[in-house]
């Protein structure tokens, strides 16, 4: 019973986190890093 509750409490937790990152507009700082990674490690930027 106790970690049910523990990981419904995380799981809220991390809801919360993502949708202030999506109302802060960082989804497209992400967006542009992970494209910059995928780009350095094919050798094209």
Known sequence: ????L???IV???ALI????G???NEVLI????AI???LE????G
Do not use: A, P, W
């Open 1 to 4: 019973m106790k970690l049910k």
């Open 6 to 8: 523990i990981r419904t």
């Open 11 to 13: 799981l809220l937790e």
């Open 17 to 20: 986190f993502i949708e202030s």
């Open 22 to 24: 999506i109302y802060r």
């Open 30 to 33: 992400v967006f542009n890093k």
């Open 36 to 38: 910059n990674i995928c």
């Open 41 to 44: 490690c094919i050798g094209i």
